[in-house]
RNA sequence: GUUCUCGUAGCUCAGCUGGAUAGAGCAACUGCCUUCUAAGCAGUAGGUCGCAGGUUCGAAUCCUGCCGGGAACACCA
């Protein structure tokens, strides 16, 4: 009798699961929250970091709509400062008028190329430099010497020349960085179409990087900030367990943080927003913990809702990447050979030798950008990572190629289901169909996923999701050993598990869309 | 030096708002394709939860200290 109910009670659950398209989301309650991640720098092309960086935002922005937020998704490009002067300036002097179109590639490699061009050129005059500044004084710290040296090349000084007259608006100049900007957008929106990634609204530096000079004078006034002596600004943050920082130049001009408040209030005016938060890597902790607090002290309403979601960094088994020792893994070079390993193992396993080649490519990108982001977000975001290019590529176990595996073998279940015309209503099973128990294991599995909807936004953790999904994959795994549909002779209880393939099917979709990954109807 | 952060099986990670025998995957080994996709399933083996204290009826989980890894502390961004 107990048992009967509670088969019962499960039945139901199926059937209200099923029933619901939208199983798992929250509806629409008007709160806006705004997610800014990507923010590249023009300077050089996308590389690992970047990759988790934007996989991260994206996945984020969608489980706060399945939260019912309204999101707007931002990204706020780093596209001046003496870093691009570098590549500008490396290109007038080496370039001969090169295009990626003659060059034949991106344009943000091209750029990026001659970023590494001026960085090679100038450590030969630090060199330079160093033994000079030793002949004239050898007593000096060689340490020192170095640090020196480092701000007067003749190439650091020409940069900030070039920054100077960018600033002063000098045509040549600006012209120079519109064409290479240019460049490196067409190569960015590739790269981002690529991943599946994609914003509401793109922030530039160029014109935000004046902002906040008006928050100065209003936190001056508010007895906030304290002019010293020299005319620089600062704020005493000693009480809240940080230290003096300075938002002001002496000679007026602004730093980073000063146009980071600037930047906030114009976002703010933009999109009214309950909630901001900012993908940004760890090493900026403190940054942001001086930003808040100041937006705090400043009594903005919207400083409460502000976020730093403050993410691991991506590490190699070799160590850190370092650009300067050639171990950045390149975005583009990385998912091209994914891509071209889900390609290699597709096509051993010769089970869609009747694709189109279009058809081919499509379940290759969606397999390669499954394996990537799925690996680069099962990790709490929180925690230092590494990136095992080998386990990377794997697709068994814990993997997003398994979990696409799963519902591709759902999908064509519900095919046959569909051709033989069986109806999996749920007329033809409750109060009839029996369930064993690993249906009621994935059936009770199905049932948490609002909750981890729920917590996954309230912790900004993709991985909840990730793990949800990777978890329904492999119960229903289990139960498509254990026990078959087609082959089961009672009526009732072969559609139970038609419905039960479906809702698995859709649950699997709907969790994997939530971290930005697409899934195969066959593979 | 100060602050932050991490330390769970050989490796990569879950678990951490305290609760019973600490879970996956990979790698190793053993089985399973004439039945719905084997990119799969089942099983074996593998752990003093960094160390030492403390709080508690109870600690991987909370607190303190130590050890070890990473990061941040610019009139850079």
């Not at 991506?314 to 390993?341: Q, Y």
């Amino acid at each position: 009798m107990n048992l009967k109910l509670s088969q019962n009670f499960w039945l139901h659950t199926l059937a209200t699961i099923f029933e619901n398209k939208d199983f798992g989301k929250t509806l629409p309650h008007g709160k806006k929250v705004m997610v800014e991640y990507s923010s590249p720098n023009t300077n050089k092309p996308l590389h690992l970091g970047h990759l988790r960086n934007n996989f991260l935002g994206y996945s984020v922005a969608e489980i706060l709509k399945a939260d019912g937020y309204e999101v707007m998704k931002t990204n706020l490009v780093n596209d001046r400062g003496i870093h691009i002067c570098k590549s500008m300036l490396a290109y007038q002097k080496f370039g001969k008028g090169e295009t990626p179109e003659s060059a034949g590639i991106k344009g943000d490699h091209l750029v990026g190329n001659y970023y590494v061009v001026f960085d090679k050129a100038n450590k030969r005059q630090i060199e330079e430099l160093v033994a000079q500044y030793q002949a004239e004084t050898p007593n000096e710290d060689i340490e020192k010497l170095k640090e020196k040296a480092g701000k007067n090349t003749p190439l650091i000084l020409e940069a900030q020349a070039m920054l100077k007259k960018w600033e002063e608006g000098d045509k040549e100049t600006v012209d120079l960085w519109k064409k290479m900007n240019g460049w490196v957008y067409v190569g960015f929106d590739e790269t981002y179409k690529t991943m599946g990634v994609n914003f509401d609204k793109i922030y530039y530096e160029s014109n935000t990087y004046l902002l906040g000079k008006d928050l100065v004078e209003e936190g001056l006034a508010k007895g906030i900030f304290f002019r010293k002596e020299n005319g620089s600004v600062w704020i005493d943050l000693k009480e809240d367990g940080l230290d003096e920082k300075l938002v002001l130049r002496a000679d007026g001009t602004s730093v980073y943080i000063t146009q980071d408040l600037g930047t906030a209030d114009y976002k703010y005016a933009d999109f009214p927003m309950e909630k901001s938060i900012y993908i940004v890597g760890n090493e900026q902790d403190y940054h942001f913990k001086v930003l808040f607090t100041i937006l705090k002290k400043f009594g903005r309403n919207y400083a409460n809702g502000m976020y730093h979601l403050s993410y691991g960094m991506v590490e190699l088994p070799s160590g850190k990447m370092k650009s300067r020792e050639g171990t950045v893994v390149d975005a583009d070079d990385l998912i091209a050979e994914m891509m071209s390993i889900a390609e290699t193992r597709t096509k051993e396993l010769g089970k869609i030798d009747d694709f189109s080649e279009e058809e081919a490519k499509k379940l290759y990108r969606m397999l390669a950008l499954g394996a990537l982001k799925y690996y680069l977000l099962r990790v709490d975001p929180k925690k230092t990572m590494l990136f095992n290019p080998e386990d990377s590529i794997d697709f068994q176990g814990d993997t997003g190629v398994y979990i696409q595996f799963n519902h591709a073998r759902i999908a064509s279940l519900i095919r046959r289901a569909d051709l033989l015309n069986n109806n999996y209503q749920k007329e033809n099973y409750l109060g009839k169909a029996k369930l064993q128990d690993i249906e009621i294991e994935l059936i009770k599995l199905l049932t948490s996923f609002p909750q981890k909807i729920k917590e996954s936004a309230q912790e900004y953790a993709p991985s909840v999701v990730a793990d949800f999904a990777y978890n329904v994959a492999k119960t229903y795994s289990k139960f498509y050993n254990e026990l078959s549909v087609f082959n089961e002779p009672d009526l009732p209880t072969k559609s139970m598990r038609l419905a039960l393939s479906s809702a698995t099917a859709r649950a699997i979709k709907s969790a994997m869309s939530l971290i930005g990954v697409e899934v195969p109807e066959r593979m």
